[in-house]
């Protein structure tokens, strides 16, 4: 039987407090930062008000916010939950996440494997890119974080907010990295070997070998399907033409609707 006295004589024993300094990243300028293995241990976490920065978080989160950085280099393991980038410019961001969001950043280089459609909100020149990253344990964390190999890259697939009106000047919300600037980065941390996490799984030799890369992202996967058609049938009439003919005759009698950007 349950009563005051044996509750007293019994207290709940409370959980200690994380300390929530271990898992931020702020205020930084011209430093290089790293978190380890362990050190995050599927936690969220936080990147903000950074700049020039290099920035490494070696292991795996359940959710991370990046906001207010200029000119910095995050790297992080990949993300159970969301990753969610806002009001940042000129940086590059290597990730693996479940969900990957941009609002309000400009100029970022982003080497992801999202296997949901990326969002971009009030944002311009995102450019995506395979996962480019090998680090220790990296295919423990991969695990960790719920993934799995076989999960398709949603890359070419960003869903678009935001209406061309409100950003201007006619720069694009997002595009497919050149491939020339695409390059793999192999982090050394402790004494541990560095983790190729799947053979082929960063599909490097895919990406160099695409002569001519088209993002397919539109507002719906229907309008998806739609470009996706559309560009198969451009390249088999490329194949097909056998004559010379004048580009920019080709160029004005095609589909409208023919890739995202036209």
């Known amino acids: 039987m349950i009563t005051s006295d044996s509750i007293n004589n019994n207290p709940i024993q409370q959980q200690p407090r994380r300390d929530r300094t271990k898992y931020i990243i702020e205020k930084k300028?011209?430093?290089?930062?790293?978190?380890?293995?362990?050190?995050?241990?599927?936690c969220d976490f936080k990147i903000r008000r950074n700049t020039n920065c290099k920035i490494y978080v070696l292991d795996y989160s359940s959710g991370m916010f990046i906001d207010d950085c200029i000119n910095c280099i995050i790297i992080t393991g990949p993300c159970s939950g969301s990753i969610?980038?806002?009001t940042s410019k000129n940086c590059t961001l290597s990730t693996i996440s479940r969900q990957l969001r941009f609002r309000d950043c400009e100029n970022i280089k982003v080497y992801t494997h999202c296997?949901?459609?990326?969002?971009?909100e009030s944002s311009?020149?995102?450019?995506?890119?395979?996962?480019?990253?090998?680090?220790?344990?990296?295919?423990?964390h991969f695990i960790k974080a719920g993934f799995n190999k076989d999960e398709e890259n949603h890359i070419n697939t960003p869903y678009d907010f935001t209406?061309?009106?409100?950003?201007?000047?006619?720069?694009?919300?997002?595009?497919?990295?050149?491939?020339?600037?695409?390059?793999?980065?192999?982090?050394n941390d402790g004494d541990d070997p560095v983790e190729e996490m799947y053979d082929g799984?960063?599909?490097?030799?895919?990406?160099?070998?695409?002569a001519n890369p088209i993002l397919n992202g539109k507002e719906s996967q229907k309008e998806n399907k739609g470009i996706i058609d559309n560009n198969k049938n451009d390249k088999k009439i490329k194949r097909e033409k056998t004559e010379l003919y004048?580009?920019?005759?080709?160029?004005?009698?095609?589909?409208?609707?023919c890739c995202a950007f036209c």
Not at 124 to 140: C, Q, R, S, T
Not at 201 to 210: A, L, N, T
């Open 29 to 42: 300028q011209d430093e290089t930062i790293y978190k380890h293995n362990g050190d995050v241990d599927g």
């Open 84 to 86: 969610f980038m806002r």
């Open 115 to 120: 296997p949901t459609d990326p969002a971009v």
């Open 124 to 140: 311009f020149n995102i450019f995506f890119a395979p996962f480019n990253v090998f680090y220790p344990h990296l295919k423990e």
């Open 163 to 187: 209406q061309d009106k409100i950003l201007g000047n006619g720069a694009k919300h997002f595009d497919k990295m050149n491939k020339d600037d695409f390059k793999i980065e192999y982090i």
């Open 201 to 210: 799984y960063i599909q490097k030799e895919k990406w160099v070998k695409d």
């Open 246 to 257: 004048d580009p920019e005759d080709y160029i004005n009698n095609r589909n409208p609707s």
